[in-house]
């Protein structure tokens, strides 16, 4: 339960820190946080996030840009969330939207081609 506590906690308080612009990194100005992870001796975190354009281009870049300001987030979060110890963050991109709007694209194809008539299919 302690856990689950803590994930959120920092998922809120990572996510205002992005939106708010306290990071003035460019790069990750576009990202969504989507999950956090906190190992069960809060070491660690794994983070999720999603980014608006989803091309490798600008993932590469949002990697990047965590990477190069992972000890700024560290300390605003240890600042922000009363714990002993403020975990290491590991930041991972998540296809699970990306995966989701595939499909959601790939149905509605199938969808106008049903209901499209018969002398009109492509």
Not at 8 to 30: C, M, T, Y
Request: charged residues 35%; positive net charge; proline residues 4%.
């Amino acid at each position: 339960m302690r856990i689950e506590k803590v994930n959120s906690s920092i998922k809120r308080e990572l996510a205002n820190i992005i939106q708010l612009g306290e990071v003035r990194d460019p790069r990750i100005s576009f990202v969504t946080i989507l999950n956090v992870d906190v190992s069960k001796d809060l070491q660690h975190a794994r983070v999720r996030f999603s980014t608006l354009a989803d091309t490798p281009k600008e993932i590469d870049a949002a990697k990047a840009g965590f990477e190069s300001c992972r000890g700024y987030i560290r300390k605003l979060i240890a600042q922000r969330v009363p714990l002993r110890y403020t975990p290491e963050f590991q930041f991972y991109y998540d296809k699970g939207i990306k995966h989701a709007a595939d499909v959601d694209k790939v149905l509605e194809e199938i969808k106008q081609l049903k209901t499209a008539p018969e002398g009109q299919e492509e």
